[in-house]
């Protein structure tokens, strides 16, 4: 050991050596009481656990707004789990571990949240059908997804998607698929072999290429949700025209009883 290198070492040793042994304990203490509050579950994610035994018959996890920034470790245990909802959290994965977990799954809504991208071995979850990551900011899709054989009904919504590989016709009995507002200038050819495809929603998007039978799909859905949107509003319409009528009768009948009791009063004072 060099000289130089000694007296570095000299030194370390002693700055140790001055720390007194109750200083080094609480230090220890205070990092082990953090690390055990970042892994020990709150008492909402219990309280979820707790309901999904009890109430749910261990098959439905609703985790929707807790603020998780992870996947709680305790929901892997539940294997016999077939919806989970995690929506509106900041998760910006999910763990691999758990789609390996959680075969038997039929439900996964993963929107508002923070991805990034998803596990590739997401293909193990052979029973979803109903996939939601709405809301995230995913770029790309893993090949995985498309190697989900019951997948029906997929959502990729507000996303920042560029780019939909062919390999989606993969998804042979998917009904309905939502990609609205992300950046896909072109809709694979590929997308047409889709027999079950019966909603497609591709507003928001730069489309220059699609399929016509995915097109026509996509109009649709547009005069589908205008004629929707048309009838929210002639029902409102006539709620709010109910009111006001309704609103106008008590006035005019308080107005008449304001005037039947001055009509009143006028005879008492002339007697």
């Known amino acids: 050991m060099s000289e130089n290198k000694k007296k570095l070492h000299s030194v370390h ?10 200083e080094k304990d609480n230090e220890s203490d205070l990092a082990n009481q953090a690390l055990k509050g970042l892994l020990e579950p709150s008492d909402e994610i219990v309280n979820a656990l ?3 035994k009890a109430k749910l018959g261990g098959i439905r ?13 305790e929901v892997k245990a539940l294997t016999d789990l077939r919806i989970l909802n995690l929506r509106d959290n900041k998760l910006t994965m999910f763990p691999s571990d758990v789609c390996a977990a959680l075969n038997e799954l039929e439900e996964l809504n993963l929107a508002q949240n923070e991805l990034a991208y998803l596990p590739e071995n997401i293909s193990v979850m052979s029973n979803l059908k109903k996939l939601q990551l709405s809301r995230n900011q995913l770029k790309e899709l893993p090949m995985g997804l498309f190697g989900l054989p019951a997948l029906q ?13 062919g390999q989606i016709a993969d998804c042979h009995v998917l009904r309905t698929i939502v990609l609205s507002n992300n950046f896909l200038k072109e809709i694979p050819h590929r997308m047409a072999e889709l027999k079950f495809l019966s909603k497609v929603d591709l507003s928001g998007n730069p489309i220059d290429k699609c399929p016509p039978n995915v097109m026509l799909l996509h ?21 709010l025209k109910k009111t006001m009528d309704d609103n106008l009768e008590r006035i005019l009948l308080e ?5 039947d009791a001055m009509n009143e009063g006028g005879d008492i004072d002339m007697a």
């Open 61 to 73: 996890l609703n985790m929707g707004s807790m603020n998780l920034a992870f996947v709680p470790f």
């Open 50 to 52: 707790a309901d999904c």
């Open 219 to 239: 109009q649709k859905n547009e005069l589908l949700l205008h004629k929707s949107k048309r009838k929210g509003l002639i029902k409102r319409s006539h709620v």
């Open 13 to 22: 040793s002693t700055l140790e050596d001055d720390v007194p042994f109750s």
């Open 153 to 165: 009904e997929l959502r990729l919504d507000n996303n920042l998607l560029v780019n939909l590989q």
């Open 255 to 259: 107005e008449q009883n304001e005037i």
